[in-house]
């Protein structure tokens, strides 16, 4: 095993046990309230703006490829229905999460990484100030309350955007549009969304910290720190995100968009049915072909 990989795989070690020491330490009560509410701020209001914009646009360009397959589909009614589930399911979570990787993460494995560098630890050390309650728990507190809030907001804006799209482009009716939402969307898509965000908060803040306490170096450390973090954040976000889908959305289940395909072979009269696609139209309309 060469040493970049070697060294890798010891801070990913590292970081593991960082996790359960932070754990214990939440669970004795050791927070910081000060840092804790300074690191939301930094977490939540601050990267408020590129989350919305992100989400924003993701909806827009998702509207596009889907509206157009719908429509020759005549399934126009299951647009914002399907773009609900996208984006609460996995855009909305994972592409918030990427961003605060990039964002929050990177920062957090700098500043931790300088102080490192520069012997701030060690004062901390000194001043019998336990660096985990000090820096480490304010920031994965911060991480796993505030990315659920951005990944809702982040959810919301990426449907209105389109919306927006799907009314503007595809002249599809703003009511059709959000009663698909309605009907598709139900509440364990938003709690699924916040679970990951949860998860995906927590590893972005334990790896960031894990990153910046094992700094070594000097300014070249700090920046190789902060570069691996990120890293290694996006590449956890991916695989939590992959177990977490199988655990959450395994097997056929009772979604409405497996049963999208009877639209290809649907009696013009069904196809092109302008009233809101449900599971029990959908069901009907698969009970005719059948008869037929």
Not at 257 to 271: D, F, M, R
Request: proline content about 3%; charged content about 10%; aromatic content about 8%.
């Amino acid at each position: 095993m060469n040493k970049p990989l070697s060294t890798w795989v010891q801070r990913l070690i590292d970081a593991s046990f960082l996790l359960g020491q932070v754990t214990l330490h939440i669970i004795k009560g050791k927070i910081h309230k000060r840092n804790t509410l300074e690191q939301m701020a930094i977490v939540g209001p601050e990267s408020l703006v590129i989350s919305l914009i992100t989400a924003g646009f993701v909806g827009m360009v998702f509207t596009i490829q889907v509206a157009r397959e719908f429509i020759n589909l005549g399934a126009t009614t299951a647009v914002g229905g399907v773009l609900a589930i996208a984006l609460s399911r996995e855009l909305a979570p994972v592409l918030t999460a990427v961003v605060i990787a990039g964002r929050v993460g990177s920062a957090f494995a700098a500043e931790i990484g300088t102080m490192r560098v520069t012997e701030q630890i060690d004062a901390l050390y000194i001043l019998k100030t336990d660096p985990i309650d000090y820096l480490v728990i304010p920031r994965v507190i911060a991480c796993g309350l505030m990315l659920p809030i951005l990944t809702i907001l982040s959810l919301v804006t990426g449907l209105i955007g389109g919306l927006l799209v799907s009314g503007s482009l595809y002249k599809i009716d703003y009511a059709i549009f959000l009663n698909s939402i309605h009907n598709f969307l139900v509440v364990w898509d938003l709690l699924s969304a916040m679970l990951k965000s949860v998860v995906f908060g927590t590893l972005i803040s334990i790896i960031g910290c894990s990153w910046g306490l094992t700094t070594r170096g000097g300014a070249k450390g700090v920046g190789q720190s902060t570069t691996t973090s990120v890293v290694t954040s996006l590449l956890a976000i991916f695989i939590a995100n992959f177990f977490l889908s199988w655990l959450m959305f395994q097997g056929v289940g009772d979604s409405t968009i497996n049963q999208l395909q009877v639209g290809a072979s649907a009696p013009k009269e069904i196809l092109y049915n302008t009233s809101p696609l449900t599971p029990h139209s959908l069901l009907s309309t698969n009970n005719h072909i059948t008869n037929a």
